[in-house]
């Protein structure tokens, strides 16, 4: 079971996820509940560190230091239980360990040790109660597993011990058509696949961490997401063999702060596209849609989006390897106010005329698209950061997502 921040909140809400742990204890079940910080505690951990000066992120002290709010959480939440007449222990993540690369900020976990947590439950302990979003590295330095990490820490302890279930609590009661927030009749999906999960993911839907996604699809660790404060069906996200009807279209996920760079008239030759993305994927900057369009004059125009945080780091490296004339260009134009509007279902490996059906929708309602791109199962494009919410709402009309 994993709570996120929303669920462990205050000592109200801790007292209710109490309630629902003693709740699969009594049912016969032994759990492990991985738990993130209380609500906003990550954010203001990572605001005291830029106001004393954190240079990078890839730092061991800022991790040691963000990971911090899980442990507060996790104690809690023990405290809880024991005094409830619920054996419990707490666990960091150093301690079971749950090993990782030293990518601090940002790390994979390479390996969990079970042992120590099966030798507790063998000793009479119902609960662990872990600390989510951390682990440690080769170095004994505590790491971190990226923004909403807590979910990837839930999936790979599941995947470890060979759980039965994973079910990951959270503010909402399932993976909607789209985010909730958005003041729509978002449907709730019964079921969703691994592969529209990953998809809605990494393309802005943060509901789970992409990476927890990937782990419980290469571990057919069967997710259930459910909501810790009603007692709603959830949803599961599961192998697309177990769904019987397939939705052409099941969701829209959506990015609001992307940012667009055009260069124009570059040289035309092999090796170009090459040299401009070399020192961007140096720095770090996380190019997603690319396009290039030649012209018959022997230039090209190469256009590509990344995330609107990342845009000046992005024509740092490009002004850089201009000046040490690794590649030329004419100008470089650039727009900071996009958004990324994608439509996500597997049905689309079968159907033909869903990119006609979105285009002309978007047409209907005047919004012009910058940049396209495709996988079998997703349409992205990015467009003006200010028909965001039209755009969306009118795509989940198009599609009938609302009668799903
Ligand atoms: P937690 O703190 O429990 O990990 P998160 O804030 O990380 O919670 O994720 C839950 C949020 O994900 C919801 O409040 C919702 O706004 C957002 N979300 C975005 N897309 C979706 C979607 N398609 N279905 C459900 N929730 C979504
Ligand atoms: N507390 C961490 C975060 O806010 C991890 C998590 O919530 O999953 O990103
Ligand atoms: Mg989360």
Not at 25 to 33: K, P
Not at 167 to 186: E, L
Not at 191 to 198: A, D, G, H, P, V
Request: hydrophobic residues 40%; glycine residues 6%; aromatic residues 4%.
């Amino acid at each position: 079971m994993k709570f996120g921040g929303t669920s462990v909140a205050d000592i109200d809400r801790i007292k209710a996820v109490r309630d629902l742990i003693s709740g699969e204890v009594n049912n016969g079940w032994t759990v492990v509940a991985v738990v993130s910080a209380m609500s906003k505690e990550t954010n203001k951990l990572i605001d005291l560190a830029k106001q004393v000066g954190v240079e990078s992120l890839v730092d061991p002290e800022y991790d040691a230091l963000i990971s911090t709010g899980e442990d507060v959480s996790s104690s809690l939440l023990a405290i809880a239980l024991n005094s409830h007449g619920v054996s419990a222990r707490s666990w960091r993540g150093w301690q079971l360990p749950v090993r990782t690369d030293s990518f601090y900020s940002n790390a994979k976990i390479e390996e969990i040790e079970t042992k120590q947590l099966e030798s507790s439950f063998k000793d009479g302990t119902k609960v662990a109660v872990v600390s989510g979003f951390q682990g440690i590295d080769k170095s004994g330095r505590v790491t971190t597993l990226g923004r909403g990490g807590s979910d990837t820490s839930a999936v790979a302890i599941a995947a470890a011990i060979g759980a039965k279930r994973c079910d990951i609590y959270t503010d909402v009661s399932g993976i909607y058509t789209t985010d909730p927030r958005i003041k729509i009749n978002a449907s709730k999906l019964k079921r969703i696949s691994f592969e529209e999960m990953l998809e809605m993911a990494s393309l802005g839907a943060n509901v789970l961490q992409t990476r927890a996604v990937e782990l419980a699809m290469r571990h057919k660790v069967p997710i259930t997401v459910l909501n810790s404060f009603s007692k709603e069906e959830g949803t599961l996200v599961c192998d697309e063999e177990e769904i019987m009807e397939k939705n052409i279209v099941s969701g829209i996920a959506f990015q609001k702060n992307e940012s667009q760079i055009t260069l124009t008239n570059i040289e035309d030759k092999p090796g170009v596209a090459a040299k401009i993305f070399g020192p961007l994927a140096s720095s770090g900057v996380n190019i997603d849609m690319i396009v290039q369009s030649n012209t018959e004059t022997g230039l090209t125009n190469i256009t590509f989006s990344c995330p609107a945080d990342d845009l000046q780091m992005a024509k740092k490296a490009i002004s850089k390897a201009k000046e040490n004339s690794l590649i030329s260009f004419e100008r470089l134009i650039e727009n900071k106010n996009l958004a990324k509007v994608s439509i996500v279902g597997i049905g689309m490996k079968t159907h033909a005329g869903v990119a006609q059906k979105m285009f002309e929708t978007l047409s209907d309602e005047n919004i012009n698209i910058n940049v396209i791109s495709t996988s079998e199962i997703k349409l992205s494009v990015l467009i003006e950061r200010k028909y965001l919410e039209l755009a969306v709402r009118s795509l989940h009309d198009a599609f009938g997502l609302q009668n799903l």
